[in-house]
């Protein structure tokens, strides 16, 4: 995979977190209940594009992650460098 897909109408904000442990928390903790399952997915962006976000704090020290708006996916998207690989899967 090389691309995320677009956001939902519901989902106005892309959140990419900072670490697998934040990852595995929102994948194992919150997706699996919500949706039956849940991802970790690993992949490198663009230092130049990722210039342009802050890192937010999201409820802790250990809960970083950037917030990047729907309508700039594409964008997003074409900053990645590689592939983006699924390295967790929770169910």
């Known amino acids: 995979m090389t691309a995320f897909p677009h956001r939902l109408p519901d989902q106005p904000i892309f959140y990419p977190v900072l670490s697998e442990d934040y990852a595995v928390k929102i994948a194992r903790d919150w997706n699996v209940p919500a949706s039956g399952s849940g991802y970790v997915t690993r992949f490198e962006v663009k230092s130049s594009y990722l210039a342009a ?23 997003f998207n074409a900053a990645i460098i590689g592939k983006i690989e699924v390295i967790r899967e929770f169910r």
Do not use: S
């Open 53 to 75: 976000y802050a890192v937010q704090e999201a409820g802790g020290r250990a809960h970083l992650e950037y917030w990047i708006p729907a309508e700039e996916m594409d964008a």
